[in-house]
């Protein structure tokens, strides 16, 4: 089955301890991104990766790293989280061929950062 | 200034009622492409459709429906006779030409609705 999964799915940690969410994608897609949502401010997008070793910022980037090694993987790193990153989180891959902007998305992580 | 702009946050509805979402963009390119998604209260994002810009025939899809006018530069969303599973977050997306041939993604903050039954 096609998808974008995403873990954890929940999490709850503390101001200043680094922690991974992982992404990855079995469709051999080759930009995938980052977003978050926060009520009233929509699906903004923190990073994104045209393709292996290709990364770039998106519209919210500031307390976040991503890499991108592999094509089916994307993790986005908090290195030192703050309560302000407290948020639902989504990965997202698209093909590039034909390309229409469609995206795909995971599931969703939602992070509380006390 | 917003590509994107979803004006009514939240709306309320009795079971039956049609409603509509409002969704007006904005760009430059004369190729793009315009989405919505719906976010159930479990918090996925589900495609409903798209649409690209030389199109403008409106679709009907069941209950759902679109209407896309290039002249005022809006994609509104109606659903006629809302159920209460209709109770959810709706985006709209907008879908620009970006270098090395890809497209930049531009979601508006999302409408809530609320059927009540």
């Known amino acids: 089955e096609a998808q974008v999964t995403q873990n954890p799915r929940y999490l709850i940690t503390v101001t200043g301890k680094k922690l991974t969410v992982t992404c990855s994608q079995n469709?051999?897609?080759?930009?995938m991104s980052w977003y978050r949502q926060d009520p009233g401010l929509g699906l903004r997008q923190i990073y994104y990766?045209?393709?292996?070793?290709?990364?770039d910022k998106g519209d919210v980037p500031e307390g976040y790293k991503v890499s991108r090694k592999e094509k089916r993987n994307f993790p986005l790193i908090l290195e030192s989280p703050s309560p302000n990153q407290t948020s639902l989180y989504f990965c997202?891959?698209?093909?590039?061929?034909?390309?229409?902007?469609?995206?795909?998305f995971g599931e969703g992580s939602r992070l509380t950062v006390l | 200034a917003q590509k994107v702009t979803q004006a009514q946050t939240e709306i309320s509805v009795v079971e039956k009622e049609d409603v509509t979402l409002d969704c007006v963009y904005e760009?430059?390119?004369?190729?793009?492409?315009l989405f919505w998604y719906k976010q159930p209260p479990s918090g996925e994002l589900v495609f409903l459709i798209r649409?690209?810009?030389?199109?403008?025939q409106n679709e009907i899809s069941g209950r759902y429906s679109w209407n896309f006018q290039k002249s005022t530069s809006s994609f509104n969303f109606t659903i006629t006779a809302s159920q209460v599973v209709d109770s959810a977050v709706y985006f709209c997306?907008?879908?620009?030409?970006?270098?090395?041939?890809?497209?930049?993604?531009?979601f508006g903050i999302g409408t809530k609705l609320q059927v009540i039954p």
């Open positions: 997202a891959s698209s093909p590039r061929t034909g390309t229409t902007g469609e995206l795909f």
């Open positions: 469709m051999n897609h080759e930009y």
């Open positions: 990766s045209m393709n292996v070793e290709v990364t």
């Open positions: 760009t430059r390119d004369t190729t793009y492409y």
């Open positions: 649409r690209n810009s030389f199109d403008e």
């Open positions: 997306a907008l879908s620009e030409p970006y270098s090395g041939g890809y497209q930049k993604v531009t």
